[in-house]
């Protein structure tokens, strides 16, 4: 059993440094790298805290235009994209992984579209929305938030979203995905994708 | 003439090498981390573009939940920061340095009293109150800004100001010294008295 | 078949992240770093080339006196090491990680009798023995050290060996391992008490 | 006084900046990163102990194939090379930088036209012919080795010099410098020109 949970966490770890060489080998990903910068999440089967979930130390940045992880993978690294996972899971339990990116509204055009061809729902918060007796307490937040994505798209939780301007935060782009090496990969793609529509 | 440039050159980066190794000495400064994370420059005597200010390329993160820099300090390794720092020397030569770190209302109410007590002025913008023209065109906020809050202080550049939350923005405190080293011992200490204070 | 792949080189990848995390977390590690730094390998179960094989990209070495991996693990990132460990195989299959680390005289006596302790073999070899037409030939050396040790121990591949001082070789001790959170784990607790004895 | 040491040393510090910089962007300097990785020293005017001299903290590596310092710049960061500097000072004090690379016979070969065509001495000590009571003595085999040098060069320090194969020991060149940015700029050209004759 204890040798199951430690395999298990190799998986996830091992899985994530993959991902971070998808990421940092990309060309395109700078650009969609927000001011709080990036990180991914890749959860435990069973995580119900963040300690279960695993993500990068530091989070992934931009050091000389390159992207560059600041640390390693690590368990109980992530707090908000720790949540934000351990609270999709409570609806749809074939998503373990998910990464945020930069939210604009130019993007936000390219990925509805983009969403569209692959089939995958695109749908988004406005933070203004949000009732203060959530918003004002921080840990009520996030179960409002995939609450109300999940109404949004008639009961299914949306493979990307974002959440709109807030006051005082930044808006997000989330893609969720069944590991890590797939969200990178999706991610990657994207911007390969976007870049060539913006030139 | 290229020979003092050089010089020049290797002062600020050696002098940011030190305000690194300060702040990542620091026991209490991972209190005081934003979302966005930190920035320090160290502008150019004669700076008139980013690429004449040198930062820390990737900025300063927290890894494994100890602040270390991402990467090392070089010439244009910062946009924001080195646009205020370059509007701030408009009013004041004085300052060459400044750093950014978090903001809540809480800090704000220690800061308030703490500045009071070292006789530095402290003031605060309200990005709310910025006026469309400005706020729409990027480039256009930081002069706005600056302004803003060399006309609250009677005509000077506070020491340490913030700018409150805006839409999609994080809250952000400033402080301004005459070099990088003098702003991160500064920020030690700030960091440190705040957490006295709320034990 | 391609997914039990991609699933082994998670395993290893993630299991040599938590053995990363292990060296750091010692407090005594730093004291086996030799001048070339320490890696640290983990093999696929049918290697046969260094590319199958994980390291720590950049080895592991000493930042301010803590112990530090200057990279993430990477398939391919060590040569001397995984060809060392794919030789290994060739005798027993048990081992599919190694760690190189300091070798003293002292350290040498110290081990001697430990490896005793814990009824592990231990034994080294005198590269200056080692016949011209092997060492003069970079990649015939390591089946004739390996043949050698084993030869020694009587058709053993011993847990701990040393390859003693060599012209323009530095010695260094290797212990093996069934992966590498073991002899992360097993490394860490002789520099504990190596460090004990020491004092 | 205090505060010319200071701005000395960030001088020191930002010129290290500077000169990693270089390294980490010459596309041959890969082709000389020995075993024992690399370290760049740069002196104090008064330096008398390595803590005096400043150096790379963890050295300078190889990851994924690139260049890359594993830490920041930092006083004391170097023993060795910090104790070489300091002795070769007292015969020549135009020297304050210091920086170690790869020796192998086919670039000792190199070296030795390369530095006649620069007007630069060129020499080399016999680590085997070192009197066993200096070898045997940490701290004494540096007196050794200079006077050595110095003598072999009519009263010279040379340039350019190396320390051939020793029992446990990696060969090395060294390249000496009035600061750390010219010997960076040095055998990053050294390395350029030895790639283009490889070819």
Redesign the interface.
């Known amino acids: 059993m204890v040798y199951q949970i ?2 298990e ?10 991902a ?2 998808i990421l940092e080998s990309s060309e395109y990903f700078r650009l969609l790298i927000p ?3 990036v990180n991914i999440v890749y959860s435990m089967e069973n995580a119900s805290c963040p300690d279960e979930v695993a993500g990068i ?3 992934i ?4 235009g390159k992207v ?7 368990f109980g ?1 992530s707090d908000h994209m720790a949540r934000l996972i351990i609270e999709v899971r409570k609806y749809d339990r074939s998503y373990r992984a998910g990464i945020n990116f930069a939210w604009t509204p130019e993007l936000s055009t390219f990925l509805e579209e983009y969403c569209k061809g692959r089939g995958w729902d695109y749908a988004g918060i406005d933070r203004r929305m949000e009732p203060e007796e959530f918003s004002s307490v921080e840990r009520r937040s996030m179960p409002w938030k995939i609450k109300t994505l999940v109404e949004i798209c008639g009961g299914k939780v949306p493979k990307v979203f974002y959440e709109g ?7 997000l782009t989330v893609l969720l995905g069944k590991d890590a ?1 797939e969200v990178a990969t999706e991610v990657a793609e994207i911007s390969k994708q976007y870049a060539s529509r913006c030139k």
């Open positions: 430690e395999q966490k190799d998986i996830i770890l091992g899985n994530l440094v993959r971070v060489h001011e709080v910068r130390d530091g989070r940045t931009l050091v000389n560059k992880a600041a640390g390693y993978p690590r690294a301007p807030g006051l005082g935060k930044e808006p090496v």
